[in-house]
Every structure is written in C-alpha cells, then in structure tokens.
C-alpha cells in the first residue's frame, strides 16, 4: 500500500518550469498587514519602493499592480501617444509591445541578435537608418532583457541618443542581475526601468511591478497615472477648495499596488541575491550537464539574473519531439517566445528572421530558486537519454 502510493505520487510530482519560492517569513509579513489598519495605501508600498530603489541604485521607484502596469505608465509619463512609434524586441511576452499600444502609439520590431535573444544592435543601427531616410523614427525604444541577461545598453543607448529617442528598459526578467557591474534598473542607459513581481519572476509580490527612474518630473507623471491622475500636493492644484480638496489632472488609471502585496515583496527582496545565487549555480550546473549533447545553449554569465535557460535544439521537429517527451517524463518545458510580431493581432508583416528561428528551436528548461537536485538529476537524464 504504502509502496504503491508512493509510486502514484512519483508519477504525478511534475516539475513545475518556474515557481516562487515563499517561506514562513514571507506568510508572516502578508498575516501581519491583513491584522494591521491599512491593506493598501499604508507604510508598505513606500517601504517596498524606497527598499527597491536601494537594491539597484536608482532615485524613484513607483510600485503598480503589475509590471504590464509599470510598463504603461512609462509609456504615458514620456507623453507616447497616437502618432508615435515604439519598438521593441520580438522574442518578449506580449506586453511589452502592448504597453505602447495602450497608448495608441504604433509598434514595430527590431530583430533579435541569434546567440543573446536581445534587441540586436546591427539590426537597430540599420532600421533607424532607414527609417530617419524615409521619416518614421520611433519615440521610444522598449528594450527587453531576455531571458535575465541585459541587452547591450552601451551601444543601443549610443544610437538612440543620436536619434533623439527614449530608452524604456523591460527588465521583467533582469531584476538581480547586472550589467557594467552596476545593478540592472539603476538606469544608467535608459529613462524608466520597469520591473515585474510576477510568481515566475526573481521575487513575487502576487501581482506587482514597479517603474524605476533616476527623473523627478517622470516620477512624478508615473505617480499621477498610477492612481486616477489625481494629486493632492497642493502646490500642484490649480485651486484650493479647503483641506479635504484633491484634483484629477490627466486620466489616469488605479493601477496601485497593496500594501498585502507590497508587504510579500519586501520580504522576498531580502532573498534576492540568494535566489540569484541559486539560479547561476543551476544555468552552470544545465551547461557542465549538456554540453556535449547537440544543442545550441545559451551564453553563460553570472551577471544575468537568469530568469529562464533556453536552449535550442537542431530542428522545429526535434524540438516538438523533445517538448513531448519531457512532458511525458513529468517535465514542463517551455517556449518563449513566440514573436510578437507574428502573433495573429500583430502580424504586421515585420521582417524578424533570426526572431522566427529562434522560436523554430526553442526550449526553456526548468529554473528556479528551489529546483532541487532531485529534480535537475532528472531532467539531465531525460536529456541524455533522448533520442537525438
Ligand atoms: C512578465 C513580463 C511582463 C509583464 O509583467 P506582469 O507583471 O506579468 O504584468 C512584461 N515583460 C516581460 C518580458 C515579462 O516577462
């Protein structure tokens, strides 16, 4: 009985690819807001903004619902709107490129460099060239850390300062990782830097984002959208109708984080560099483990946050075979990404081929701060032992 049950429940144990890490510390900072007075707009949002802030060295963070939230406000606090273009990467989760269409800009892609899945800089240097010949120049640049390792900032801030363009940095994945040896998020080659708190991210707060900028006048606009547009500074009103007075100035939305939420982020943020630490030992422990078989794996560095390992097998075929029989085996693998621009509300025909074959042979492996040894010991054997 007791055999059989155990096999049941080996069979049945799936191995998630990402999941949050949560501990008795973090259950006890979320109990401890639900008993307090304030379960949103008390001290835990501006403890969790000023704790973020310090981590990697910015002036401002605005914490919001979600990193898609942090996202749009950057957009909206940069004045994008109906009549500007924005690009972005292809190989990204659908949000970034929709947070510029909330705003009624255009989205378009720039094709991703093959070996780093980042915005290639050979392709940005190219299409801005064209498009400053024919007029069409984007607004602002939404530049993705795929995967955890940090685009090539240096140079793509290079070429968009030439251009007069913004640099929002999507660095959903990138929380804990570093670039120059400066902490991603400080914003040394972008405006905004937005982070997100979802369960698959370096730290969770449920749902949670925050936007990061070293400008008092974005922080300020991102502070005004995030909460109904409305003020109460009074040196900002345009009249004063007594105490209780407050006043709406742009249409803004309540894209607010809780103090529950915020309150779960905190205690995750101490964990981070642990959680990082960890994820480096695992992407070290996937590429000793899988050199020698015939896969193409991601570059290594310890400064990536490592937020997924994606390998890429020979053909779309192998790949779709080797999908299969990891799911079989109990084993959720992933794809990211599917091009943005080729998703069906997209299809704007852009011209992303190294995106396209990224996504014919992509996988992402398990990873995250608590896969145990068990767990990689078995996803490596069933590796191995693929037919290849
Ligand atoms: C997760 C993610 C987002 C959106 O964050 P949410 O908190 O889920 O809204 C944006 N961009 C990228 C690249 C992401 O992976």
New binding site residues.
């Given amino acids: 009985m007791a055999g059989q049950l155990r096999g049941r429940n080996r069979r049945l144990k799936r191995i998630p690819y990402s999941r949050q890490c949560i501990d008795q510390d973090d259950i006890d900072a979320v109990v401890e807001v639900l008993k307090s007075d304030f379960l949103t707009q008390g001290s835990k949002v501006p403890e969790f903004e000023a704790a973020v802030t310090q981590y990697v060295g910015a002036k401002y963070g605005i914490a919001v619902s ?6 749009h406000v950057a957009c909206l606090a940069l004045e994008i709107g109906p009549g500007d273009r924005v690009w972005t990467s292809p190989i ?2 659908v ?2 490129a929709n947070a510029a269409l909330y705003c009624g800009a255009e989205v378009d892609f720039v094709d991703i460099d093959p070996d780093t899945f980042n915005m290639s800089v050979s392709c940005l240097a190219a299409k801005l060239y064209e498009a400053a010949r024919v007029g069409t120049l984007p607004k602002a640049l939404i530049v ?1 850390h ?1 995967a955890g390792a940090s685009a090539d900032m240096q140079q793509i801030a290079a070429l968009a300062a030439s251009y007069d363009i913004a640099i929002i940095e ?1 660095a ?2 990138a929380l804990g990782g570093h670039y120059q040896g400066r902490p991603v998020g400080c914003c040394q080659y972008s405006v905004i830097t ?1 982070f ?3 369960p ?2 370096s730290i969770t707060s449920g ?3 925050m936007a990061m900028t070293n400008c008092p006048q974005l922080a300020e606009r991102m502070q005004l959208f995030r909460s109904h547009g409305i003020t109460r500074d009074r040196q900002k009103m345009n009249r004063d109708d007594g105490p209780w007075y407050y006043e709406q100035q742009v249409l803004g939305f309540n894209y607010r984080m809780s103090d529950i939420h915020a309150a779960l982020g905190i205690s995750q943020l101490r964990k981070l560099d642990g959680f990082i630490s960890k994820r480096i030992a695992l992407a070290s422990q996937y590429r000793d483990a899988l050199v020698d078989l015939p896969l193409c794996l991601p570059v290594f560095s310890a400064d990536s946050a490592w ?1 997924l390992y994606v390998i890429r097998v020979k053909s779309a075929t192998r790949r779709e075979l080797l999908y299969q029989h990891l799911k079989r085996q109990g084993i959720d693998v992933n794809v990211h990404y599917i091009p943005v621009a080729v998703q069906p509300f997209y299809a704007i025909g852009a011209d992303v081929p190294n995106a396209e074959n990224h996504y014919s042979a992509a996988l992402s492996l398990p990873l995250f701060a608590e896969l145990s040894d068990d767990a990689m010991e078995r996803i490596i054997g069933c590796l191995t032992r693929f037919d290849w």
């Fill in positions: 979600s990193g898609t939230a942090a996202l990204s989760f949000a970034s993705v795929m999507d959903a994945h937005c997100s708190f979802h698959v991210k749902e949670g984002g937020h």
